[in-house]
């Protein structure tokens, strides 16, 4: 936690914050600033929410206040509003804004004609299953992403200050376009959820037997298919058009794999046969090999491909814990670790990821020591 | 492993058993039925393959057989030949081939006019990233499931001794007809496969402040990204009319959400427009929450709602072991265990699934014990 903590440190000279929204992102900013004994003060269209805020700890409630920074915790329709609002009544002072959505927001903004240069967007990738003020946390943005979203107009000085404010919670800043955000998080967040859903339906009316067959892949793929439709619907809403521009290449692709499994029919030693569909097969999922190995591997370093090591795991309390003790014994850093469920079996697999030069030592430590790998 | 020695106990009258097809299925066979002393014979159209999987210890090289089960452990268009040469020339045996497609191979024989009363097909779910009998190994079906493809002139004798082969080699064993074999490998494996292949293309060309947003969601939807192209041509190609018709019904999903993303366009605030867009939007979360509930849990049982506890754990050696220990040492079972790395900063989120009577009393537990609950 010392890369957190020296963070925090940096969080001194902030000036005083006025939050403005006190559901859980905003009331979270608040409480994660008090901590760091940043002056904070709240202010929500709703009494009751803004009181608990402060009940919780999250800031003051005062109509005497000169902030140096405005954070708008409001829903996209009505952050424009509030944001103008704040860059008149506080002529000194930086605004941002928190919401999910970054271009339809500036877009509304640029429309008003005010001068934007106090104003930078942001967008800290945090959020929990509940909302409210209730449910809000000093920690809820420790080790998360805080993108900054600084358009043409923004002073620099403005995307400093909150960066600043963002690494005080904890949070790790990058800095992108507002088109590069909406099309980033499309990509990384959207575009994954929408597949995981649509493939997810078509296990519903799946016989027992079949899908009893599910394996460690399909659940990978539809894990985040337990996902809140309501949640889910406002965010999509939100970003709309990145979404939908990525989507459709996404159908393209799909139409040339339907197009290409048609064309090869249900022949088994027709090989001479459908010329290109097996290209096109091959094609697509080396094109996915090339994407997954975009995806940056621990502490946001190169993807390093771990080795992993397979060990025969009974299935009752503490093996797992003895396991990773001994791992542990043997001075080998765990990178991953799955467990694979055997279907009607009373024991798993524990699936240890681990840095390539470690699997054999590790493999041999195990085997001395009593483990049954799978290799 | 008990349930796995018992399964094995009844492999004790399994008759000869004659494997056509040394590479790594056929080989892994004969391996697993060695280690529980059923008579094996081996056979390939490779002189080279079939003495290394006799030197492996897979089984005896002879041409004076009389098996009582013969396994065709070849690639689907040869399959079919194989097969029915083994009927003809062994008129009291039992035939089985373990191709992973079951319909195309059963029209071949089903056209070729030869009693089949003594072949049933069967798909032992399991495979290696490597092939050939070289990566064999006598634990290949250990926990993984075998299914039965029995169709309508099979009799019921040959579905029992495939059954036992199945179980001798420590597979759980199930039971489908072809057609819904196709089409349930098609839902859970092959069709997952492409959609994570396609969501991960799209992340290929993006910037790498963009890629470094990627979290756990994505991370999971597209891990099989990374698997074999030619490998997965061939799976795909040989189950194409099922996988065809599910991806068929994808696309007609994937459609209506784009058309309705169109609709909502970009703007922020205009909530009224676009009527029945969102409910797209909903409905296919929703669709997606019901699939993925079918999914079964641990050991085929009914899905369990586990409860998360997530725990701030140091990026060193033993940390998590000593984690683990201690959720042992409470007597709390482990039903899963993620690990989800900062971005950039020296620590991570273990994330401990248990039962949800037991995530209060482990949180309060662990806090006392020291760690850093986020909740």
């Not at 608990?52 to 000169?66: F, H, M, Q, S």
């Not at 902030?67 to 424009?80: N, T």
């Not at 040339?256 to 290209?279: H, T």
């Given at each position: 936690?010392?890369?957190?903590?020296?963070?925090?440190?940096?969080?001194?000279?902030?000036?005083?914050?006025?939050?403005?929204?006190?559901?859980?992102?905003?009331?979270?900013?608040?409480?994660?600033?008090?901590?760091?004994?940043?002056?904070?003060?709240?202010?929500?269209?709703?009494?009751?929410?803004?009181?608990?805020?402060?009940?919780?700890?999250?800031?003051?409630?005062?109509?005497?206040?000169?902030?140096?920074?405005?954070?708008?915790?409001?829903?996209?329709?009505?952050?424009?509003?509030?944001?103008?609002?704040?860059?008149?009544?506080?002529p000194e002072a930086v605004v941002t804004d928190v919401t999910s959505v970054k271009q339809a927001v500036l877009a509304d903004l640029v429309r008003s004609g005010v001068p934007l240069d106090r104003y930078v967007g942001s967008h800290p990738m945090a959020g929990r299953e509940r909302s409210g003020a209730i449910s809000a946390r000093a920690d809820l943005f420790e080790g998360r992403a805080w993108v900054l979203c600084p358009h043409e107009h923004t002073d620099g000085r403005a995307t400093d200050l909150v960066g600043r404010l963002a690494r005080a919670t904890g949070a790790a800043v990058s800095t992108l376009s507002p088109h590069d955000h909406d099309a980033a998080v499309a990509a990384v967040s959207h575009v994954p959820q929408i597949a995981a859903s649509l493939v997810a339906a078509r296990l519903e009316h799946l016989s027992e037997q079949a899908v009893g067959l599910a394996g460690q892949g399909v659940r990978d793929v539809t894990r985040i298919a337990a996902?809140?439709?309501?949640?889910?619907?406002?965010?999509?809403?939100?970003?709309?058009?990145?979404?939908?521009?990525?989507?459709?290449?996404?159908?393209?692709?799909?139409?040339?794999?339907?197009?290409?499994?048609?064309?090869?029919?249900?022949?088994?030693?027709?090989?001479?046969?459908?010329?290109?569909?097996?290209?096109?097969?091959?094609?697509?999922?080396?094109?996915?090999?090339?994407?997954?190995?975009?995806?940056?591997?621990?502490?946001?370093?190169?993807?390093?491909?771990?080795?992993?090591?397979?060990?025969?795991?009974?299935?009752?309390?503490?093996?797992?814990?003895?396991?990773?003790?001994?791992?542990?014994?043997?001075?080998?850093?765990?990178?991953?670790l799955r467990l694979d469920h055997g279907l009607g079996l009373p024991f798993g697999l524990a699936e240890v990821s681990v840095l390539p030069t470690s699997a054999g030592p590790l493999t041999e430590a195990l085997q001395a020591r009593g483990w049954q790998i799978q290799s």
């Open positions: 936690m010392t890369a957190s903590i020296e963070a925090k440190g940096a969080a001194a000279g902030l000036p005083p914050v006025h939050v403005i929204g006190t559901g859980l992102i905003g009331a979270s900013v608040g409480l994660a600033l008090r901590a760091v004994d940043v002056d904070v003060t709240l202010a929500d269209q709703s009494e009751t929410s803004v009181a608990l805020a402060r009940d919780l700890g999250a800031g003051r409630i005062t109509g005497d206040i000169a902030p140096g920074l405005v954070v708008i915790a409001a829903p996209p329709d009505v952050a424009p509003r509030l944001i103008l609002e704040a860059l008149q009544s506080w996902s809140d439709p309501g949640l889910w619907t406002q965010i999509l809403s939100g970003n709309a058009p990145a979404v939908a521009a990525i989507l459709r290449e996404v159908s393209t692709d799909l139409d040339r794999v339907v197009a290409a499994l048609e064309a090869l029919g249900s022949g088994v030693d027709d090989v001479a046969d459908a010329p290109g569909a097996r290209a096109v097969l091959a094609r697509s999922i080396a094109d996915g090999n090339a994407g997954h190995a975009r995806i940056p591997g621990k502490h946001g370093a190169p993807p390093a491909a771990y080795a992993v090591v397979r060990v025969v795991v009974d299935d009752r309390p503490g093996e797992i814990a003895r396991l990773l003790t001994e791992i542990g014994e043997e001075g080998v850093n765990l990178e991953d």
